[in-house]
């Protein structure tokens, strides 16, 4: 099982595009900012995808947030402005344990970043297509799970 997790790709799809077909992923999440470009997400990922709206989404029909479970994980998608996101992840973190969940995906900051805050793996890919972390490296995240189940949560850049 592969997650590939994007975020804030304001319509400018080409790295999304070139990192669907180098890993092939088995789910797509995207954490919001897709400007209008859903369709494209969509048919490009050739699975299951998971999206929602982000703060430039203006008029889309997204939804706010997005559950889903895989492999006995219960997973929250949420752009993560209603969360402030921007000062800290506590306020996330928490909402997302009092939902129950054991990961959170989020974006807005366009900075990747991997956490486990009360219990709960706090995970931003970062922007793949307008990154702001040093380096300015377009970034994405790749979940896998080992044998005994356990998530790794890999960074990757391109």
């Known amino acids: 099982m592969k997650i590939l997790i994007v975020s804030d790709t304001h319509k400018r799809n080409e790295n999304y595009f070139k990192v669907v077909e180098m890993h092939k992923p088995d789910i797509v999440v995207h954490c919001g900012d897709v400007e209008g470009s859903e369709a494209q997400i969509i048919q490009a990922a050739n699975c299951p995808v998971y999206m929602v709206r982000g703060n430039n989404d203006f008029f889309s029909d997204l939804p706010k947030e997005a559950d889903f479970e895989v492999n006995g994980y219960e997973i929250m998608v949420t752009h993560g402005h209603h969360y402030y996101v921007s000062m800290g992840m506590e306020v996330l973190a928490h909402e997302a344990a009092a939902k129950k969940k054991d990961i959170v995906f989020f974006g807005h ?29 377009p970034s994405y995240c790749i979940l896998e799970f080992d044998q005994l189940n356990n998530p790794f949560f890999n960074i990757a850049y391109l």
């Open 109 to 137: 900051t366009h900075k990747p970043y991997v956490e486990k805050i009360n219990g709960v793996y706090v995970v931003n890919p970062g922007s793949i297509s307008y990154p702001r972390q040093d380096g300015r490296r």
